[in-house]
């Protein structure tokens, strides 16, 4: 059984900066397409990020393109989301997920059905 633990959230100012971590246990860490989304109040989970394991093909969604960069450090089971020029709307629970089917295909990354594995999430703030 794979565990993800999301931290790095806070509250913070609109225009501010965060980097939000995702430790993972498990052997096979370096061979998870890894994939971060959020959810915020009253609305439905939406995809935020996805790094393939094995061409490390990064994707986003729309509303974060230029602003997020998700990336991973295989020999510490980590992956991270930097975030900068956060806004108001970026205020939301995000979870990281990982795809533990050690396959080389990642045909929908911004699909949560593709995960098998989720974090517990943590809380992010941005104040207008």
């Known amino acids: 059984q794979v565990q993800l633990v999301e931290s790095g959230g806070g509250v913070v100012e609109a225009g501010d900066s965060l980097r939000l971590s995702c430790a993972a246990s498990g052997h096979t860490f370096s061979m998870y397409n890894m994939g971060w989304f959020r959810q915020a109040p009253g609305k439905e989970r939406e995809f935020v990020a996805a790094?393939?394991?094995?061409?490390?093909?990064?994707e986003y969604g729309d509303s974060v393109k230029g602003r997020f960069i998700i990336s991973r450090d295989n020999a510490k089971n980590m992956a991270f989301l930097q975030m900068n020029s956060l806004k108001s709307e970026d205020t939301a629970v995000y979870y990281c997920?990982?795809?533990?089917?050690?396959?080389?295909?990642?045909?929908?990354?911004?699909?949560?059905?593709?995960?098998?594995?989720w974090g517990q999430g943590t809380q992010v703030t941005v104040s207008s």
């Open positions: 790094m393939a394991w094995n061409t490390g093909r990064t």
């Open positions: 997920a990982a795809d533990g089917s050690l396959k080389t295909t990642y045909p929908n990354p911004s699909d949560p059905i593709q995960y098998h594995y």
